[in-house]
């Protein structure tokens, strides 16, 4: 069974920097697209960015120039570099994969379990 596994969340400082890691595992597949969205408590869980297999990155428009997408598709692994952070990045950060098992099969999505990022003195 497919399963995403963030890391690299945590407390830190108004101004300061993060990064952020999702590896998905569990079985043979391919990742047409994998991404970061972020849901504060009360709020709706809203993108944060996505990259493609090819490398082709979309951006939520407010979070441009801040935070950058890349990722390892030798490794299964998505990262998120997160700069000049402000108390209203605090969310809990989720990992999502649009994810194949055979090329001309269905596309399934899964999301991650999710990791807390605090932004706050």
């Known amino acids: 069974q497919v399963q995403l596994v963030e890391s690299g969340g945590g407390l830190v400082q108004p101004g300061g920097s993060l990064r952020l890691s999702c590896t998905a595992s569990?079985?043979?597949?391919?990742?047409?697209?994998m991404g970061w969205y972020r849901q504060a408590p009360g709020k709706e869980r809203d993108l944060v960015a996505t990259?493609?297999?090819?490398?082709?990155?979309n951006y939520a428009d407010s979070l441009k120039g801040r935070f950058t997408i890349s990722s390892d598709h030798d490794k299964n692994t998505v990262y998120l570099q997160m700069n000049s952070l402000k108390p209203e990045d605090t969310a809990v950060y989720y990992c999502k994969a649009i994810i194949k098992f055979y090329a001309l099969g269905p596309e399934y999505q899964y999301w991650g379990q999710g990791t807390q990022v605090t932004v706050s003195s």
């Open positions: 569990g079985g043979t597949f391919s990742i047409s697209v």
């Open positions: 990259i493609t297999s090819r490398g082709t990155s």
